[in-house]
């Protein structure tokens, strides 16, 4: 009876032992295949780091002591003037002579005679000859009055100290732009600006629209161009044309040393590393690129605008981190504070280092509490041949 129930269910159960075997040999050889998945060398991930650098220390530039007033010379009193001294009598001359010229020449009277020898009888000595009385002593000459002593000449414009720089690259950036006005109403629009250079010349743009319905309305528009020198960017020409307003040009006359402006007569002295309204934010990256530690302290620019110059001064507020849409930028914080006499207004540049120090953000801060910021959303840069 063994042997029968055997013989019937031999296939059934050679059928299950290899299929047990089967499913043991497919376990074992997903396995052996996933442990060679996960064994297998991991390729590396890629991490997006920015560049961050240390700042410099702060480097505060003294004053300039004060000149000391040189001490008053106390005048001294008048000596008075001593009697002249007689003189000898002169040689013996005729009285006549004497007579006639004494009253003539001196206004004098003559001395009387000697009464003695005419008493005594004997002959008479001869008379003295007459003497010219002493002349009154001169009165001491009367010193000229002082002629004024001329104007001193204003003081020129001090230069700032000269910077290292290396130029950044050429560049176009599409920027969007937010205004406050003094009032609270809040605008939007767009901007463009593009960096040129060969490395002996360049060119930058910058136009600013704001958004009206479903217009762009072109607020501002700058150009420049120049030349590079050691100073770094050297204008040579600068336009500006705002809405509703007449172009104006402000020419730098590098052979003449001086600045002229198209919207007035006047002419000031052009200082080495001199800039227009185009160009600050490009020099301050080739400084930035020259040498950071330049930043430690202040950062004194002469920029020509549109009817004169003015000595910007900018100061390292310190690193900053900015939302933008080409994400999350860490920057270096550039200010221009207000400047009694000279400016109102605020002006502060953000740097990238981590994108070869160019400006990514500029806002403008008005006397009457205007704000206007322009934050990079695109750079773009020609490829490299």
Do not use: C
């Amino acid at each position: 009876m063994t042997s029968s129930f055997l013989s019937r269910y031999r296939r059934v159960l050679v059928l299950g032992a290899a299929t047990v075997a089967l499913h043991y040999l497919t376990i074992d050889w997903l396995a052996a295949r996933i442990g060679m998945r996960f064994d297998a060398p991991q390729a590396p991930a890629t991490v997006s780091a920015q560049l961050r650098l240390a700042l410099p220390q702060r480097i505060e530039v003294p004053a300039p002591a004060p000149k000391a007033e040189p001490e008053p010379v106390p005048e001294r009193a008048s000596e008075p003037v001593p009697p002249p001294r007689k003189k000898s009598a002169p040689e013996p001359a005729s009285a006549s002579s004497d007579q006639a010229a004494a009253p003539a020449e001196s206004g004098g009277t003559m001395p009387p005679a000697d009464g003695d020898a005419a008493e005594q009888g004997g002959a008479a000595e001869p008379a003295p000859a007459l003497q010219s009385p002493e002349p009154p002593p001169a009165a001491p000459p009367v010193p000229a009055p002082a002629e004024p002593a001329p104007a001193a000449a204003t003081p020129p414009i001090a230069a700032g100290r000269r910077f290292r720089v290396n130029l950044p690259p050429p560049a176009a950036f599409e920027l969007e732009v937010r205004r406050k006005d003094a009032d609270g109403r809040n605008w939007s629009g767009v901007a463009d600006m593009h960096w040129q250079t060969d490395g002996s010349s360049y060119q930058v743009g910058l136009n600013v629209g704001i958004s009206v319905l479903v217009a762009r309305v072109d607020l501002l528009s700058l150009t420049s161009e120049g030349s590079i020198d050691d100073a770094g960017i050297a204008p040579v020409k600068m336009t500006e044309k705002r809405r509703s307003r007449a172009m104006t040009a402000t020419h730098f006359h590098h052979d003449e040393r001086r600045i002229s402006f198209s919207a007035s007569a006047a002419s000031v002295p052009l200082l080495a590393g001199a800039q227009d309204k185009a160009t600050v934010p490009f020099q301050l990256a080739a400084i930035g690129r020259g040498d950071v530690n330049q930043f430690a302290g202040d950062i004194d620019i002469q920029v020509g605008e549109d009817k004169g110059a003015t000595m910007y001064r900018f100061v390292l507020v310190g690193e900053e981190e900015l939302e933008t849409k080409m994400g999350r930028l860490v920057t270096w914080r550039l200010a221009r504070p207000p400047r009694p006499g000279s400016y109102n207004a605020r002006l502060d540049i953000w740097l990238a280092p981590s994108l070869g120090w160019y400006p990514v953000q500029i806002r403008n801060t008005e006397g009457n509490g205007a704000v206007t910021t322009q934050t990079v959303t695109k750079i773009l840069q020609p490829p490299v041949h």
